[in-house]
């Protein structure tokens, strides 16, 4: 029987992730993943099962339309970790369109450069085979992880393009409206060191 979530996706390998097709295994730890209070921190809620299970839809259908996506993140050794990938914004904003980078991990395995490793070969991807000429980034103004990668991935912080989340609600979740937005081109990917 084909999964349900098959989808013709490349399959990216670092020095210890695999970045691969979404399976149905991946469901039960992905919703463990965004029930975690301490994961979701920085969003408005945490999401149930059936949420995270439309959410991966959603990705899958973004690659069977030749659009980015996020991956499905594992360490070959221990399985499933998270995401990472590229993605088109669902809103829109001032600096549309473009094209994301972005992450998010199991709480245990924060901490280890994981997040950096696999959004640096979405970016490689996106500029590379993808031929992307701009790559953006976003998050809360208070979520300094987050902006952490960021920096580490080359993206530099474009104060003009900081915006207010049309999809967050102000009067629920007021400290997470405001937004900080990052960027990288393909020319200054280019000139990144070697190795990056």
Same mark, same amino acid.
């Given at each position: ?10 399959e ?5 992730? =695999? ?7 991946? =469901?039960? !730890?992905? +919703?463990?993943?965004? +029930?975690?209070?301490?994961v979701?921190?920085?969003f ?6 059936s ?5 991966? @839809?959603?990705f ?11 991956? +499905? ?13 590229l993605?088109?914004?669902?809103f829109?904003a001032?600096?549309? !369109?473009?094209v ?8 245990p395995?924060?901490g280890?450069?994981?997040a950096?490793e696999?959004?640096r070969?979405?970016l ?15 998050t ?15 993206l530099h912080?474009?104060?003009?393009? @900081?915006f @207010?989340? !049309?999809?967050i ?14 960027m =990288?081109?393909?020319?200054?990917? +280019?000139?990144l060191?070697?190795?990056?």
């Amino acid at each position: 029987m084909e999964d349900r979530w098959s989808a013709p996706t490349p399959e990216l390998r670092t020095e210890r992730l =695999l970045l691969r097709p979404w399976r149905e295994a991946d =469901l039960e !730890p992905f +919703a463990a993943l965004n +029930a975690d209070p301490v994961v979701m921190e920085l969003f408005p809620s945490t999401l149930d099962r059936s949420q995270s299970a439309e959410l991966v @839809d959603r990705f899958v259908d973004r690659w069977r339309s030749g659009r980015p996506s996020l991956w +499905a993140v594992e360490v070959p050794s221990a399985g499933f970790i998270g995401f990472v990938g590229l993605l088109e914004p669902s809103f829109t904003a001032p600096f549309t !369109p473009c094209v994301e980078v972005g992450w998010r991990l199991a709480a245990p395995w924060w901490g280890r450069g994981f997040a950096t490793e696999g959004a640096r070969a979405a970016l490689a991807h996106g500029f590379g085979p993808l031929g992307l000429e701009r790559i953006v980034s976003f998050t809360s103004t208070g979520n300094t992880r987050s902006r952490r990668v960021m920096e580490k991935l080359g993206l530099h912080h474009n104060p003009a393009g @900081d915006f @207010d989340h !049309p999809s967050i609600d102000p009067v629920r979740s007021p400290h997470l409206v405001r937004h900080v937005l990052y960027m =990288l081109t393909a020319d200054e990917w +280019a000139a990144l060191p070697t190795g990056r």
